[in-house]
């Protein structure tokens, strides 16, 4: 794997195959001592022009437990601010030796921009760009569902059959589009619940069921609830009229969570606004899977870098015997 | 392809009876021992070697899978490879005797990985090596404990192994670099 | 003194072969097997032989954004792609919004030499769609401004865009309205269809373009004014433009090469080569763009030559500029997408490249007809190569273009401002007339 910048054209046997080798990841953790030699000695560049902790410190501890070495360029108060372009910035990284670049940009298409713009050679993951993708969200989330459903015994499945209904801000939201096409891949079924105001103008070619009663989605007994992050700002956009309105319309409130079937599970990317898409009910019940997706975030992203750093660069081989000793 | 049968499916059930045995003597019995065989068809020798352990000693000793892949010191020299699964039995290593279980011991490398993904993993009393083919050239000082045959080669032939449980033929051939 | 040309068999509009004879800026004669002494024979055999063409939509840049093109380069570019004439939009620095300032890209376009260079004028001051740029001077300044436009901007506000209507009336002008209603369209990227669903970038629909048009017919009508219509680009627009002159509207229509040949699929990849405004289209909106372009519903193309400096592009979408350059590319791309499929004939491309666009831009010397003492104002045209399209094509300061890499037929080998050469056997002049 060369680049990991977006699910849509993500196969499923790679896709599978990340969620594969994230469990023996996610194994180690479990162990003593947390620190695999694997990527001794390469460089990882977490290149943030948008603030996120959360996921700059997932990709870091990923990178550290494989014994990468990490540099965080975050733009705030950097050349960035001062009007340095991307090619700029990216290019002073790679002559420091960067070996790989999880780049987070507010620009949809930046990733792939600078992934075949010949400005760099190292490898490069896409944190999330703009209102487009976020892939290893994507990720992380179809293994959560993956193993919230089989266990011990998720090993090479994939989600046939899983009903999963994404909640929120669809038209704005990168969360949205990558499991859109990533759980779809691995034969999900996917929902989409949203006012029309936050419902792209033509999704008739994408592979959901479009509703916009949270209630009537519910009904149908999803097997994950997957609660978006409201951004206030849109109110101001004139996408919904108040917090109030929308909490009512679309949030998981007691009521909602009461309706949900016994097995079902609540997911949300982070970070929530308790009270507003998600009530502190929903957020802290057995069902909600909120940490055991940050836990796992890391368990895929570990998987994400090993799958792009560990081998000779170019063609992925998948022999697994064969070996000389 | 001129390919010579070095052991028959007969050979190799003798070999592992012996190998059997002779952990069984070493260790003194059945007690602390911890099987780890190295994927892929380690692990398929470390089930026959811990069921014929069971059937001497009357013992079940617990067996599982040590995968080495993150551990090995050349992987950017090869395409990306899948890790296998490891599985620690219940009860651990810490304490035990972890005894190796491999099919072909050659440049000792792989042992090398494997002595690192333990420490990781605790903390065992001895680590032993078993394995079917020693067939030489080592690169590192490893030496194994328990060996099925001893096979000289030359570093540029093929030693294949094949298990029925993995390949659904069982043998070990030799085979020369031009064949 | 110019040279004397006697350009054989050239095929007058696409027709039948004709020998042209070029003296004195003029075409002195026009007919079968003439001779004449002393003449610089031009073989035209096999060449299409059109009026200069005219632009009514360029950007020269210049004043203020010399960086990515100058009116000196932006001519030859011009003359390199067969045109004669452009029309020069005002969004420079400073707009070109008085009678100072298009004076200014007036004598520049004389100096230059290559083309005659025509200053738009803005329609309000420094393009703000507030007051009213003192159009009257302009009209009477030496550029003599007959067309006023806030291009790159929509006259928003409608009671601005009537008085505008109104006010030009009293010396022949016309206001030439870039429709895109700002407050559908804030931060878009791209057409707002499926894929920009997908790509997550903002869109920009094409109602934006379709209400504003509606409108501005109605105020036309209204007020009794003639209306043009930059760039038009939706299958919507073209019904609109239909309607309306079905009512008797004097409304007139321009399309660009670009919006007759790409759709918004070429936004997959974040290229921002193809970011352009109004962005690219459906497929749907290509075919009833030809449609309109063909039945005369779109009176012309103009190209929207947009030049930008590399990094303005070699950059992430959203911090991209929109635009592309088009002056080298157009006659070539509208023989891809008009000609060789049938909808225009040579002689439509001279209506739609040359005659049209002059008349509405009220500029008498160019887009004449080829008869004896009209201007020797021409193109002489190869139809019958296929070449890669590379940046050896172009020939202005930036190489912002869509088509680099692409296959496009035909050959610009000649052209004559006024019987004085810049473009030579398929050479651009470095100086107009003068061939070594």
């Known amino acids: 794997m060369r680049h990991l910048l977006e699910t849509k054209n993500l196969a499923r046997a790679d896709a599978l195959e990340i969620l594969d080798v994230a469990e023996d990841m996610a194994d180690t953790q479990q162990r003593e001592v947390k620190k695999l030699p694997t990527l001794r000695g390469k460089t990882v560049v977490n290149l943030f022009f948008e603030d996120s902790t959360r996921t700059r410190i997932s990709f870091e501890a990923a990178a550290k437990r494989l014994s990468a070495d990490v540099l965080n360029f975050s733009a705030k108060g950097s050349s960035v601010s001062k009007g340095e372009s991307l090619q700029d910035t990216a290019q002073t990284l790679q002559a420091m030796g960067a070996d790989a670049v999880v780049i987070r940009h507010g620009a949809s298409g930046a990733p792939r921009t600078l992934a075949t713009s010949g400005w760099i050679t190292a490898g490069v993951v896409n944190a999330g760009d703009g209102t487009h993708e976020h892939p290893t969200q994507a990720l992380l989330d179809a293994f959560t569902i993956r193993k919230r459903t089989y266990g011990a015994d998720s090993r090479g499945r994939d989600l046939t059959g899983v009903k999963v209904t994404i909640v929120g801000d669809i038209l704005h939201s990168r969360v949205a589009r990558s499991n859109v096409w990533l759980l779809n891949t691995l034969g999900a079924q996917v929902t989409l619940v949203a006012p029309p105001t936050l419902v792209p103008q033509d999704v008739s070619a994408w592979p959901v069921r479009v509703l916009f009663d949270l209630d009537d989605a519910i009904a149908d007994e999803p097997d994950a609830l997957m609660m978006l992050r409201i951004q206030l700002e849109r109110m101001n956009a004139a996408y919904f009229p108040t917090e109030r309105e929308y909490s009512r319309r679309w949030g998981l409130d007691a009521r909602r969570l009461a309706a949900l079937t016994a097995d079902s599970m609540v997911m949300h990317p982070g970070p929530m606004n308790r009270g507003l898409e998600i009530s502190a009910e929903a957020a802290d019940s057995t069902r909600s899977t909120v940490l055991d997706q940050v836990t796992n975030g890391v368990s895929v992203r570990m998987a994400v870098l090993y799958l792009l750093l560990a081998g000779e660069r170019g063609e992925r081989n998948h022999d697994e015997r064969g070996d000389a000793r | 392809m001129s390919a010579r049968t070095v052991l028959h499916a007969a050979d190799i059930a003798r070999a592992l009876t012996r190998i059997s045995h002779e952990i069984l003597e070493s260790n003194k019995g059945p007690d602390g021992l911890v099987l780890l065989g190295i994927p892929t068809r380690g692990v398929t020798l470390a089930n026959r070697i811990a069921t014929l352990i069971g059937e001497f000693s009357g013992v079940a000793v617990p067996v599982g899978a040590l995968d080495v892949t993150m551990y090995r010191d050349d992987l950017h020299r090869h395409p990306t490879r899948s890790p296998q699964r490891t599985s620690i039995p219940a009860g651990g290593i810490d304490g035990r005797v972890v005894v190796l279980v491999d099919d072909v011991l050659f440049s000792g490398r792989s042992i090398r990985s494997a002595l690192d993904a333990l420490q990781d993993i605790g903390r065992p009393a001895a680590v032993r090596l078993a394995t079917l083919i020693d067939r030489g050239h080592r690169e590192l000082p490893i030496r194994p404990d328990f060996v099925g045959k001893n096979l000289p080669s030359a570093s540029d032939e093929r030693v294949n192994v094949r298990l029925a449980e993995v390949d659904g033929e069982e043998f070990v051939t030799i085979e020369g670099a031009d064949s | ?436």
């Open chain 3, 1 to 436: 003194m110019t040279e004397v040309f006697l350009i054989r068999g050239a095929r007058l509009e696409g027709g039948d072969a004709v020998d042209l004879l070029v003296e004195g800026g003029v075409l002195a004669e026009v007919g079968r097997s003439l001779s004449r002494t002393g003449a610089t024979v031009i073989d035209a055999d096999g060449l299409v032989a059109l009026p200069g063409l005219v632009d009514l939509h360029t950007h020269l840049r210049e004043p203020g954004y010399e960086a990515s093109e100058t009116v000196l380069t932006g001519s030859r570019a011009a003359a390199a792609g067969g045109f004669t004439a452009v029309f020069a939009m005002p969004n420079t620095s400073p707009v070109a919004d008085t009678a100072g300032v298009v004076e200014q890209e007036l004598a520049l376009g004389e100096t230059a030499g290559f083309v005659t260079v025509q200053p738009i004028g803005a329609v309000t001051v420094g393009q703000k769609g507030e007051r009213l740029a003192e159009l009257g001077a302009m009209a009477d300044s030496r550029a003599r401004v007959r067309v006023f436009s806030d291009d790159g901007f929509c006259v928003w506000d409608p009671l601005i865009m009537r008085r505008a209507l109104e006010y030009v009336k009293a010396f022949d002008g016309v206001i030439a309205q870039h429709a895109q209603d700002p407050r559908l369209t804030e931060g878009a990227q791209m057409n707002e269809g499926a894929v920009s669903a997908e790509l997550g970038l903002a869109g920009w629909p094409a109602v934006a373009e379709e209400s504003i048009i509606a409108r501005d017919v109605l105020l036309a009508e209204h007020v009794g004014s003639r209306l043009h219509v930059c760039h038009l680009s939706t299958a919507g627009s073209v019904d609109i433009i239909r309607w309306a002159k079905r009512r008797g509207v004097n409304v007139t229509a321009e399309v660009t090469p670009h919006h007759l040949l790409l759709t918004d699929e070429l936004a997959r990849g974040y290229d921002a080569s193809f970011k352009v405004n109004p962005p690219l289209r459906r497929e749907e909106d290509v075919r009833a763009v030809r449609e309109g372009l063909a039945d005369g519903t779109i009176d012309i193309v103009a190209t929207d030559h947009a030049p930008h400096p590399a990094e303005a592009k070699a950059c992430e979408w959203p911090a991209a500029a929109n635009g592309m350059v088009g002056l080298e590319s157009a006659l070539r791309v509208v023989q891809l997408a008009m000609v060789d499929t049938g909808l225009l004939s040579w002689g439509d491309v001279a209506r739609v490249m040359s005659r049209t666009p002059a008349r509405i831009g009220r500029l008498t010397r160019h887009g004449t007809p080829l008869t004896a003492g009209q201007p020797a104002s021409l193109v002489l045209y190869d139809a019958a190569p296929t070449r890669t399209f590379s940046k050896a094509d172009l020939h202005g300061r930036s190489v912002n273009s869509p088509y680099l890499g692409r296959e496009l037929p035909g050959e610009v080998r000649w052209t004559l401002h006024d019987g004085v050469v810049t473009v030579a056997d398929g050479t651009l002049l470095d100086e107009p007339g003068v061939r070594t």
